[in-house]
Structures are given as C-alpha cells and as structure tokens.
C-alpha cells in the first residue's frame, strides 16, 4: 500500500512583500503565515501570497506562537531570511559588530530549538557565510539533529534576470537534503530585454496610467544630460568634462564606472538594491529611454510576476518604501528553486507529497 501524501507547509519569518513565499507556493508548498515588522509589507504579503500577515517583531514571537501557525500533521518549514544590511557588500568597511540586526541570527536559531520544525531555510548575502554568527547558527542546527548544506547562488542559473548572488542554507531533521543547483547555462540567462523589454515606454519623471509601479524618479536636469550621453553599458568617461562629477576627476574615479549608467539589453541586470530606482546609485538607467528604472522595472528584474500588487489601488507608489522592500525581497525564482528542493527531498523521505495550488486573498480594509 502506497505511502500516504503528506503536505509541507511553511512559515516565513521576516517575509517582506512575499517573494521567498511566492516561489515556495510556486513550489506547490502549503504558506501558512509570513511574520515581519514593517507595515507597509502587510497588503501586498496578503494580496498576493493569500496567506495571514502577523505584524510582529520576531524577537516577541514565543515558541508556542510559532507553532500555532503551522497547520496539524504537516511537514513544518521554517524560513528565516533575517535582514541582510549588516553583511552587505554594498557596505564594505563599515564597522558592524554593533548591528542592531546581528541578534535576529540567534532569534532563528531560539524558535528553531523551540519548534523543531523538519525543514529549516534561510537565504542572505554570501558574506554572512564568512561571519562567526553564520557558523555558530550552522554548528547549532547540526547539534539538534538537523543535517545542513549551504551555498552561493547566482541567481541567473535559477532564471532570476540579475546578476545577484545569494547564500542559501538548507536543513532538514528527516535526512540528507542539499542546495539546489542552478541548471540555466550562461547562454539561457533571462537578459533585461527579455524581463522589460515589452513594458510601455515612459519619459523622465513619469509614471504610466496603468500601472502605478510603472513611474521613474525625476532626473535633475545635470543627470538627465549626463544620460543622453550615457551608451548601453558605457560610464562617466563617455562625458564631456563638464558633466562629470568631481569624484570622477580623481585618480580613484576608475571605481565609479557601475553609477549614473545605462544597464544593457542583452545581459542580465546589475544587483537591484533598494535604491535601483535612482540612476545616481548605480547602474540603473534604460538601456534606451533617458530615465532612471522604474519601481516595476526593479521588481520584475528581482522575478517578481508583473502583475504583483505592492500598494492598494488608489495609493501612491512611493519610491524609498517600496525600493527598500523590493531590493531587500528573496527573488521568488530562487525561492522556487528552494522549494521544489524541499517538496523533492520530503517525496523522497516519506513516499509523496500532497502539493497545494496557489490561491490568493482579497485584502480588506
């Protein structure tokens, strides 16, 4: 007699706007909560994932909490992608020992001890990996029985159209269970033109009657001559004298060729950070029209559906809240790829897996 399907179901701790929960669902896991601080993460996490939104901060969540949001009798994951800033490359320098966020780390770990859950995730920047905090959490795990595998991935090899490396750690108490690896060749990546390239053209400063993600930052009228003059993968040496900026004058200018720069059309994108939306901060204007890259633009390079709702309909995308919470997202096809890990590794463990379909919630209030 066969084995009985079994249903994974997964909570997800510091969830933002939804991605590490959409590529899960997408891996045909049951979501039963995400749990996040930050308010502005509520409407879109329910509109789009279908699943509660507890506004908390993690280090209140008790054990008991916790396991209350996991449905009886299913196959547990707990995902704690806890904020990166602190490990960021973008911050090289930077004296951290202090972080407010170091403690989230631990804040895993105490609700993993807690709970027990079979699946354990959790997805960060590679320079976590190097970092006393990573290792005693991994050594941790491995002392409550779990076996754990992590690694770098580049994100393009998972489909997601920038070039973005991200840690991914791995655990589970039912057996052997291993990162995903990319399978897309080089020659496969989704490139910019093929994630945007179909996107309705708007101007400077514009944002476009459909789709209120759809907006680019007003350009100064300094950086929006110094985009005329900008080629698809160029920099500043492009510029006559008196556009360039004094940085650019010095010897140590050679460093900022990857700010107030086009992306290029036939390759993936630069890192989406929280500040992409602004053509000063990286290479983040169109590879064609003489803007900065729109808040949509941003999400759909991070895997993001085009069709994913981050504010209510009425409201204003406002570009600081919703750059922060796009930049700082798991790309949900990286977390599509975690998934079918889980779902493959669980099937293999207890002879079949009940995958659940996506729904989604209209939001009230």
């Given at each position: ?267 993936p994108s630069p890192t989406i950070t929280t500040l992409a939306y602004s053509f000063g901060a990286g290479r983040f204007g169109h590879p064609e029209q003489d803007r900065a890259m729109t808040l949509r633009e941003a999400a759909i390079l991070q895997s993001f559906p085009e069709d994913y ?57």
């Amino acid at each position: 007699m066969p084995a009985r399907a079994v249903r994974i179901s997964a909570v997800d701790l510091f969830c933002g706007v939804g991605g590490l929960s959409h590529g899960l669902q997408d891996a045909g896991i049951h979501v039963a909560a995400g749990v996040d601080l930050d308010r502005t993460c509520d409407y879109p996490y329910r509109r789009n994932v279908g699943a509660p939104f507890h506004r908390r901060d993690v280090r209140d969540l008790t054990v008991e909490e916790l396991s209350a949001m996991w449905p009886a009798g299913a196959v547990r994951v707990l995902a704690g992608c806890a904020p990166c800033q602190p490990f960021s490359s973008y911050r090289r320098g930077v004296d951290t020992s202090k972080e407010a966020q170091w403690p989230l780390v631990d804040e895993v770990r105490r609700l993993v001890q807690g709970t027990m859950p079979e699946i354990v995730t959790m997805e960060n920047v590679p320079r976590i990996g190097g970092t006393r905090i990573f290792r005693d959490f991994v050594e941790q795990l491995r002392e409550y029985g779990y076996q754990v595998d992590f690694g770098s991935c580049y994100c393009p090899a998972y489909g997601v159209p920038q070039h973005r490396r991200r840690l991914v750690l791995v655990a589970s108490l039912l057996g052997d269970i291993a990162v995903p690896k990319g399978s897309i060749t080089p020659a496969e990546y989704t490139t910019v033109r093929q994630a945007i390239g179909s996107l309705p053209p708007i101007g400077n400063g514009e944002t476009h009657s459909g789709d209120p993600l759809h907006k680019s930052r007003t350009l100064t009228p300094l950086n929006l001559e110094r985009i005329k003059r900008s080629s698809p993968g160029g920099s500043w040496e492009e510029w006559p004298e008196e556009l360039r900026a004094p940085c650019h004058r010095k010897a140590s200018g050679a460093t900022f060729r990857n700010v107030y720069a086009r992306m290029m059309w036939d390759e993936p994108s630069p890192t989406i950070t929280t500040l992409a939306y602004s053509f000063g901060a990286g290479r983040f204007g169109h590879p064609e029209q003489d803007r900065a890259m729109t808040l949509r633009e941003a999400a759909i390079l991070q895997s993001f559906p085009e069709d994913y709702e981050f504010v209510r309909p009425g409201e204003p995308a406002q570009f600081a809240p919703l750059g922060r919470l796009i930049g700082n997202a798991v790309p949900p096809l990286l977390a599509r790829a975690v998934g079918a890990t889980v779902v493959e590794h669980v099937a293999a463990v207890k002879g079949g897996v009940r995958k659940v379909a996506r729904t989604t919630a209209l939001v009230e209030g």
